[in-house]
């Protein structure tokens, strides 16, 4: 028997079912120390879904992604080409905040990427993975080093890869404001690209800001993800 694809209704009740785990996992040692776990944000359908590192503290409080600081310049970023943030879907590489904001720790990323993020990523489909900061970028692009692969899309696995500095190492560092802008910039002709809607000038045939398409491609098996 072949596998049927899923309906968006069946992918809806999965990831609402994903995100209901989420709020009362108890997989890792971050769990004793949260308020809110943060399971993600967006339309089930989105074709950009952008993957953070991990709550901070504002998203921690209220269990939504990308609420601080880090998240206006994302919403900025997004506004510059067009987009607001409830046409993307907004996850993180861990769902609840490392005390003190700390870095994730290795088992605590294995555990949280491979039990939700990869399922959430399989059932929601995007045509683009926008990556921010170096814990995202590390699942998808083993090894490399966020200076010298930023803007550089990947193409695998039916989608584009596209890995950015994290908004929150920009606000650091305004000097790399420039390059995350010009990254983020790509995002609707990588998306034009994906959905095989490029003109034969080389431009997106859509403005980016057109709805998004409402009709998305089957999920693909979870299995897949694990070929990075
Ligand atoms: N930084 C992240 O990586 N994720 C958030 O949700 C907020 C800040």
Known sequence: MTDQPLSLEQRTAELNA???????????????ERT???PGAGPFDAEIMFIGEGPGFNEDQKG????????????EMLAGIGYNRNQ??????????PPENRDPLPDEID??????????????????VVTLGRYSMGLFFPNAKITAIHGQPKHADGRIYLPMFHPAAVLRNGGLRPQAIADMQKLPGLLAEAKGEMSSSGTPA???????????????????????
């Open 111 to 128: 555990i949280c990427t491979k039990t939700y993020l990869y399922r959430q990523i399989a059932l929601i489909n995007p045509r683009v």
């Open 64 to 75: 939504i992604p990308f609420i601080g600081a880090s998240g206006k310049f994302l919403e």
């Open 36 to 38: 809110h776990a943060v």
């Open 206 to 228: 859509n403005e980016p800001n057109d709805p998004p398409n409402t009709a998305p491609p089957p999920p693909q098996p979870p299995s897949q993800l694990s070929l990075f």
């Open 18 to 32: 994903i995100a209901a785990q989420i709020r009362v996992c108890q997989l890792c040692g971050l769990a004793k």
């Open 88 to 97: 993307v879907f907004i996850s993180n590489v861990v769902k609840c905040r």
